[in-house]
């Protein structure tokens, strides 16, 4: 992510740097004159990234299957699992963040009135959302149509976060574990297993 105003910070994470640019931009009064800029490459590493992190951690906990309950919700890779699914959510926020400020700046702005961090989880890009509303179907047709390197990132963190869950719903029982993630990430968890 490029913008003219700032370097980027290397203490934040992609997601996040995305969500400060996107705050930062209507910060300023002159946001109009910001050029924002995701390369294709980096789309493509965000999306193999989250795969990547999610699979080697369902993987972990699939090895250890045969080992008893304790020694497989302590082992060494299944701690990451709280630190994996909070950044699937921070990436996917941090798109949406993106999304949102270059529907704006397309001349679309109208169509919003209020576009929030989606923490209720609603796959924008493919409809198959309960409960969506009229903004959230409107930015979905606009990262559809004009943006769909972003749809495979989104695409990307509800696989990674679904293959997560139902791993431990396959070998944990019917109820998820309680992880220490935010509140709307843990909105996001729910609307994922249901």
Not at 34 to 44: E, K, N, Q, R, V
Not at 102 to 115: D, E, P, R, T, W
Request: glycine share 6%.
């Amino acid at each position: 992510c490029s913008s003219n105003t700032s370097a980027i910070s290397p203490d934040l994470g992609y997601g996040q740097q995305l969500d400060s640019r996107h705050q930062a931009s209507f910060a300023e009064s002159s946001w109009n004159t910001i050029t924002w800029s995701l390369p294709p490459g980096a789309c493509a590493c965000a999306e193999y990234s989250i795969l990547a992190a999610a699979r080697l951690v369902v993987l972990n906990f699939s090895l250890h299957a045969r080992e008893s309950m304790a020694s497989r919700r302590h082992s060494w890779l299944s701690i990451l699992i709280p630190s994996v699914l909070h950044s699937a959510y921070k990436l996917r926020c941090g798109i949406l963040q993106h999304a949102q400020s270059k529907m704006v700046l397309s001349g679309q702005a109208h169509l919003l009135q209020k576009i929030d961090d989606n923490s209720e989880g609603k796959n924008l890009h493919s409809g198959l959302a309960s409960k969506t509303s009229r903004e959230d179907e409107r930015l979905g047709a606009f990262i559809a149509m004009n943006c769909p390197n972003l749809c495979h990132i989104l695409s990307a963190c509800d696989h990674s976060a679904t293959a997560i869950l139902q791993t431990l719903l396959k070998f944990e029982g019917q109820r998820l574990p309680e992880f220490k993630v935010g509140s709307g990430c843990r909105k996001w968890l729910n609307s994922l297993v249901q």
